[in-house]
């Protein structure tokens, strides 16, 4: 009797307790009843999804403000789901171009909503002060590598992919080397380089190109990104940065220049005697500085002649789509000996540059030079070598302490 008396109590308290609260409708008031700046409603549509567990969502705004932008597990607008879409971007307008029941919409990225500058006011809402905002959804944005001779060979995906960063280029899992079927054998082919149309006429622009969601806007909402590999024939090692540039030991190996490499603060000296081929793909090696000195034994009748540059003597080599800005060859003044230098290597005969550039190169010394100096660029060659479609300027020899007898220049 005692438990059901106070079971009773207890509920008219809290019917009481309700009645003093006034809840209902005759005591609601609209946001701008209760302060009147608040005269901005947008109603956030999720469009086939739901935002805060429901369809659409209303908040409201003092004229001049920056919307608040819906993101987050948690808050007054938390981040829309539908399935495992994502929200690609708000949008003031759409078109339905499917159906009713299979509704296919189409965005104008003239109203795309950007949350960072675009601000709340009587140019952007209706008669009611009332703005619209509209989720466009896509499909998880994939990175696709193909072979750009063979567009169905999918190479590579990334499934992951975050909008709003810049592309960034394969590094651990490059396929660097594939191999091609062809009347009946493998045959090697390396990666030359990434490019954004199948032709391979527009290189992938990678940290410094457009975002991911700046690059599907341009593809009008597919979120498959296809990077275009394009192959060639052979076996190539390729030269990522000034650490494999120094680290190339095959003198008779192929290689590929796979990105700008800049030696600033890098000394070196000659690789070596050089016959084997570098394709340069149009990237830039820069800022080379290199130290000549031939000194013979005291012993010594005479010593042969050295040659200096990226390479030292050059015999069989080729050079393609390579270009070297500001390359500086010191000549030490304490040489006893003969010394050829040129901006690739020194001596050559037999060798080939095709569509290489060099600007901003020079040759110094540290002192009087006494022994002859041959000069030549992009190499000190002979009638044996080849050079087409290059662009080369003079080399600079006024840092060069040379009598004018001792300096041959080619």
């Not at 409603?41 to 209303?58: D, F, H, M, Q």
Request: charged residues 25%.
């Amino acid at each position: 009797m005692y438990k059901l008396y106070k079971t009773l109590s207890l509920i008219i308290l809290l019917m009481l307790a309700l009645s003093s609260c006034h809840i209902g409708s005759d005591t609601y008031k609209e946001p701008w009843e209760i302060d009147n700046s608040f005269r901005y409603r947008v109603i956030y549509n999720a469009l086939g999804g739901k935002i805060n567990s429901s369809p659409v969502r209303e908040t409201y705004y003092v004229d001049g403000s920056l919307l608040k932008k819906p993101q987050g597990a948690a808050g007054l607008l938390t981040e829309p789901v539908f399935g495992n879409k994502i929200v690609f971007g708000w949008y003031t307008d759409y078109k339905n171009i499917g159906s009713e029941k299979e509704p296919v919409y189409e965005f104008d990225q003239a109203d795309l909503w950007d949350f960072e500058t675009d601000r709340i006011s009587d140019e952007n809402t209706d008669h009611n002060k009332t703005l619209t905002l509209y989720a466009h959804w896509i499909d998880p944005p994939s990175i696709i590598f193909v072979d750009a001779d063979n567009t169905e060979n999918i190479l590579m995906r990334w499934e992951i992919v975050e909008t709003e960063k810049r592309l960034s280029k394969p590094t651990a899992f490059e396929r660097k080397i594939i191999e091609k079927n062809e009347n009946g054998k493998k045959t090697t082919y390396s990666l030359l380089d990434y490019f954004r149309d199948p032709d391979c006429n527009n290189r992938v622009l990678w940290e410094n190109g457009k975002t991911v969601r700046e690059i599907i806007q341009d593809r009008k909402g597919d979120p498959n990104i296809y990077i275009y590999c394009k192959y060639i024939e052979g076996k190539y090692t390729r030269i990522k940065n000034k650490t494999d540039l120094k680290n190339i030991t095959d003198m008779n190996g192929k290689y590929i220049i796979a990105d700008h490499i800049d030696m600033k603060n890098e000394f070196l000296l000659p690789l070596g005697d050089f016959s084997g081929v570098i394709i340069g793909n149009g990237y830039t090696i820069s800022n080379l500085s290199i130290t000549a000195t031939n000194r013979a034994g005291l012993l010594d009748i005479s010593s042969p002649e050295k040659s200096f540059g990226l390479f030292s003597e050059l015999c069989n080599a080729s050079f393609i789509d390579i270009n070297i800005d500001n390359i500086t060859i010191s000549v030490d003044k304490k040489s006893n000996a003969d010394i050829c230098v040129g901006v690739f290597g020194g001596r050559a005969t037999n060798t080939v540059f095709e569509n290489c550039t060099i600007q901003n190169s020079r040759v110094i010394s540290d002192g009087k030079v006494e022994v002859n100096v041959s000069v030549g660029n992009p190499a000190f060659t002979d009638k044996t070598c080849t050079i087409k479609d290059c662009g080369f300027s003079d080399i600079d020899t006024v840092g060069l302490n040379i009598g004018a007898d001792k300096l041959n220049r080619q």
